[in-house]
């Protein structure tokens, strides 16, 4: 699969929690919109039914007290306060803001004309004390008026209600998609990381078979060559020594290598002043150290940190041999970051040797380009920059010719210096475990 194709399976997989949690966040969003724009239509609704309720309350009370005085020929003297209600329940209903959302253009026209009756026929009706017969059949008419006003107002509610009920389940539906959707793009990742992690250790086998093979072709071809043109008679001491030469280089080379496949998942770590120290034991005549206050009691993973700035420093040492006066400097400090609270520790080894040509300072991290022709027994400087990748860093290379060559090693420091801590590769056991592998994951022996 392309590396392209890769990356973006890498990616979706996070499109698409990100997607779910959008979703989700838009669905309990609008559920909420939803439950409070029911509430408030369903209030609504019942203030109108209730309402309604009202004006056929009072108008049937009336219409019972015009029917007794039709027979008795006396008025209950309370229809005067319930025809003063009928008429303020109907004007109320009337004045409401949202009752044209709730009654159709037909029905407020209704009740529009049950108030100008009222006054016109009932109240003339009620004064004169007189004509009940003639008004209680006009009363059934307005009674006929106000039912379906009521009907109306209980169909538009139970509407409203059905379509509520559907904007909630279709809210639903899409929260459980949002979810459905969350948990196809965790399993995708845990499995896509799975095949990773499987394609990496392939990877890094196949490395390290590379580098053991590129490391030891030539010596073991040279010995055979040995072998074969030695014979009967006896080899001279200079082929001796070159064959126990070999012979050392390809047991040193198998130490280094075991060294590296068997180090420790849970690397050790120490103040990075005392890595220094160790690293210029013995070479105090040309390496000098300038360490920041800061970074003396950082703890570094130990073992990662002095074989990096020993190979740095043996290839100083390389690039100063014949020169007059020469000189390797190790320097240390903390670069503050004024965004992002980040702090990086910065280590750098300068020297005064013969530097390299562009051409070769662009090539010099390239798995097994090589300037010293098989005779370089260190890490390389292809294997230092992905163990500086490893820490989250970056090594860079700033040399001219005649004039040098500075090393610059760029690793992430937590968010608090003040903790003794660095390269979170010590806080992390995730981190720990895959530095060996990354290591020889390109990296060659003769870098530099």
């Known amino acids: ?5 890769n990356r973006v399976l890498g990616i979706l997989p996070y499109v698409g929690l990100a997607l779910a949690l959008v979703i989700s966040t838009w669905t309990f969003l609008r559920s909420e919109q939803y439950r409070s724009n029911t509430e408030n239509a369903l209030s609504e609704s019942y203030e109108i039914q209730w309402g309604a309720s009202q004006i056929r309350e009072r108008l049937l009370r009336a219409t019972s007290y015009i029917r007794i005085a039709s ?11 319930q025809v003063m209600l009928l008429r303020f329940n109907i004007k109320q209903l009337l004045s409401l803001s949202y009752v044209d959302r709730f009654l159709s253009p037909s029905d407020i026209k209704r009740l529009e004309y049950l108030n100008q009756a009222i006054k016109q026929k009932l109240d003339t009706t009620v004064a004169a004390r007189s004509n009940y017969q003639q008004i209680l059949d006009y009363m059934a008419e ?11 107002v209980l169909n538009h509610s139970a509407g409203l209600q059905e379509t509520a009920k559907i904007n909630i389940d279709a809210s639903r539906n899409w929260f459980i998609f949002a979810l459905g959707l969350g948990l196809f793009a965790t399993f995708y990742l845990i499995i896509h990381q799975r095949y990773v992690c499987a394609s990496r250790r392939n990877q890094h086998l196949r ?6 093979a590129h490391m030891t072709r030539s010596r073991v071809t040279a010995l055979r060559l040995f072998l074969a043109n030695t014979g009967s008679t006896c080899p001279g001491d200079e082929l001796l020594n070159a064959a126990r030469s070999t012979a050392s280089e390809l047991e040193a080379i198998n130490d280094g290598l075991l060294s590296i496949a068997y180090s420790e998942r849970n690397p050790e770590s120490e103040p990075l002043g005392r890595v220094l ?19 003396t009691q950082l703890l570094v ?12 420093v043996q290839n100083a040492e390389t690039a100063v041999k014949g020169r007059k006066n020469p000189n390797i400097v190790i320097r240390t400090s903390i670069k503050r970051r004024y965004f992002g609270n980040r702090s990086h520790l910065i280590v750098e080894v300068e020297d005064n040797g013969v530097g390299m040509l562009p051409d ?3 090539k010099a991290t390239i798995p097994f380009f090589s300037t010293k022709a098989g005779k370089h027994l260190g890490l390389g400087l292809t294997s230092c920059a992905e163990m500086i990748s490893t820490l989250g860093g970056k090594l860079t290379i700033d040399s001219k010719p005649d004039h040098g060559t500075i090393v610059q090693v760029r690793v992430p420091c937590p968010r608090n210096v003040n903790e003794p801590t660095c390269a979170r590769a010590d806080a992390k056991t995730s981190s720990k475990t895959v530095f060996p592998l990354r290591w020889l994951s390109h990296g060659s022996d003769e870098s530099r």
């Open 1 to 5: 699969m392309k590396p392209n194709n």
């Open 71 to 81: 027979q008795s020929g006396e008025l209950d003297p309370d229809i005067d306060r």
């Open 142 to 152: 307005l009674e006929q008026e106000i039912y379906q006003i009521s009907s109306a």
């Open 207 to 212: 490395s390290f078979a590379s580098l053991f």
């Open 277 to 295: 120290h160790k690293v210029i034991k013995g070479r105090a005549d040309i390496v000098k150290l300038e360490i920041g206050l800061q970074t």
């Open 301 to 312: 993973p130990k073992t990662q940190f002095q074989m990096m700035i020993n190979e740095l």
């Open 360 to 362: 070769i300072m662009k």
